[in-house]
């Protein structure tokens, strides 16, 4: 499933609400296992229930924990050793109750390739070398000690991600992203309602916000574009020499320590928004009639480029010794 249709399945089921309903759930204990090579692509689609993926050495998927008896289908399609489907199906769309008894471990060798669709439920995905692909309605997707390329997307709850050493794509409606020690090249999150915070040593990093907050610590960051609408940004990172940071806000607040050395151009404009420079005694210049202010000065040798452009939130520039 390429990702505009995994998009349009989340949409769906978001606009198809929540319907209500209760049952006396009698769960039932579940395990499965099966013999796979040792880096198979293991595809899980589950309408309710938590899930934790753990990985160990052996070529074996092993599946073990409690179903719900409203779960209509339990099935287990071993398609190849390098191909495995797992489906957790409820009946008649119990599952939109948000109620659920089902709670799964499945482990899996450390070199597989991971793929989850959730729609009610928490999801945790441990220790995989292998890229993972995560996407639920309704439920907090939790992520740790990944060697791959990370995908994470939910509609209602928060991303946490930390011991991170792949590219990471993450994006929330309602909840907050916060990935720590992530070693990735690149990193593109993105936030509606939710704070985002981010600790890493990726080189691109692309980040936006409506009305979240957003925090970055950045270690040798040689691009960085950050946009917010109402959303405030803080920042402490080094930009590496010929690096390019773009900061766009309308209302919201943006604070950048930039670590020394510094080699930029700055420009900095804002429609409305008070501007304060700690880095030089460059004077802020103001438009005519009052309107407009602006802040352009040069440090080190220049092939940095710092723009930042605000309609009423204010600008804020400080630096630190490293």
Known sequence: M?????????????????ASGSSSALAEDVKRELETSNNPTVSIEIDS???????????????EGTL???????????????????????EDD??????????????????????????????????VAGSVDVETVNGPINVANTRGFLSLETVNGSINAKDV???????TVNGSIRLVQVAGERLELGTVNGSLEVESVARTVEV????????????????????????????ALHLERQGDLQVESVSGRV?????????????????????????????IEKGDFGLGRSLNFS????????????????????????
């Open 94 to 127: 119990s599952y939109r109750n948000g109620e659920t008894e089902t709670l799964l471990v499945i482990t899996l060798p450390v070199n597989s390739r991971v793929s989850v669709e959730s729609f009610n439920g928490s999801v945790a995905v441990n220790n």
């Open 165 to 171: 050493h792949g590219n990471v794509e993450a994006e």
């Open 255 to 283: 604070r950048l320590t930039l670590i020394e050395p510094l080699d930029i151009a700055v420009s900095v404009e804002s429609l409305s928004g008070h501007i304060d420079n700690d880095i030089n005694d460059v004077d």
């Open 208 to 235: 936006e916000s409506v009305s979240g907050s957003t925090e970055l610590n950045l270690d040798r960051v040689e691009r960085l574009v950050a946009s917010s609408v109402a959303g405030g940004l803080k920042g």
């Open 2 to 18: 390429n990702r505009r249709a995994k998009r349009t399945l989340l949409s769906a089921a978001l606009i198809a609400g929540l």
């Open 68 to 90: 719900d008896d409203r779960v209509e289908t339990f099935e287990v399609d071993l398609r190849s050793k390098n191909s495995v489907d797992i489906e957790i199906e409820d």
């Open 299 to 322: 440090e080190g040798d220049a092939s940095a480029e710092v723009r930042i452009n605000t309609v009423s939130g204010e600008v804020d520039l400080r630096k630190k010794s490293k």
């Open 49 to 63: 229930g938590d899930l934790t993926i753990n990985t160990w050495e052996r070529s074996v998927v092993l599946i």
